[in-house]
């Protein structure tokens, strides 16, 4: 079946640094999709891309969509204390109605 | 937040009893969702729903039934919980087309003793 990791699965960086977290696929994705999950809390969407190559900004946050539509990643620029959470890629496989999520990577930032 | 209610929101049980956690939606949307989220794991489909009565399989639904009378509602039951089923579920739910974002409840922890 689809399998979909993401790496590394925690990062912990003082405030300021830069974050990166990659997602692969082992199937081409039809779309992916990134959650933010704050502790004690459930995922929230953050952002959908769909075309191969894609490159989406939100604020401090870059993300990208690879060319073969198999990875993904999101940067986060000088991180801040409300950046903390587990951070999930998701994707589609063609017409499958069941979004299958990655692992999850965990953000820890502090002062 | 979407209209997403998840019951009951924590919950103790005995290993051997069976146990439903409700979903109930008041957006209309076709397609619900039960997850399991587990240390290491991230987020696990259990079953989904594509309709009233339409159900099908997640890549965890051993030990886990579901049933959908109605668009609202969505049931998750343990048959016969065992400590492996110590979990935080989710539900969630998605608009008409396969493709669309996926918004999630509030969770319930569920524990297994």
């Known amino acids: 079946g689809q399998q979909v990791m993401q790496i590394p699965q925690y990062q912990h960086v003082q405030e300021g640094e830069d974050f990166t977290t990659y997602c692969n696929s082992s199937?081409?994705?039809?779309?992916i999709q990134w959650y933010k999950q704050r502790p004690g809390g459930h995922p929230v969407f953050l952002i959908q891309?769909?075309?191969?190559?894609e490159v989406k900004k939100q604020k401090r946050l870059t993300f990208q969509f690879g060319e073969a539509k198999k990875n993904s990643s999101l940067h986060i620029t000088a991180t801040q204390t409300t950046d903390v959470g587990t951070y999930f890629c998701?994707?589609?496989?063609?017409?499958?109605?069941?979004?299958?999520f990655g692992t999850g990577t965990r953000l820890q930032v502090t002062l | 937040d979407a209209g997403i209610t998840q019951s009951p929101r924590h919950k103790v049980t005995e290993t051997g009893t069976p146990v439903t956690l409700r979903c109930h939606q008041t957006?209309?949307?076709?397609?619900m969702y039960w997850y399991r989220q587990d240390p290491g794991h991230g987020l696990r489909l259990i079953h989904y729903?594509?309709?009233?009565?339409?159900?099908d399989k997640g890549e965890v639904s051993d030990g886990y039934s579901v049933s959908r009378s109605k668009t609202e509602d969505f049931l998750l039951t343990l048959e016969s919980a065992t400590s492996s089923q110590t979990s935080v579920y989710f539900c969630?739910?998605?608009?008409?087309?396969?493709?669309?974002?996926?918004?999630f409840g509030e969770g319930s922890w569920l524990t297994v003793v």
């Open positions: 969630a739910i998605s608009g008409n087309l396969p493709g669309n974002t996926i918004y």
């Open positions: 199937t081409t994705l039809s779309n």
């Open positions: 891309l769909v075309k191969s190559g």
């Open positions: 998701a994707g589609y496989t063609g017409t499958a109605s069941k979004l299958t």
């Open positions: 957006e209309n949307h076709r397609y």
């Open positions: 729903s594509y309709g009233v009565k339409d159900t």
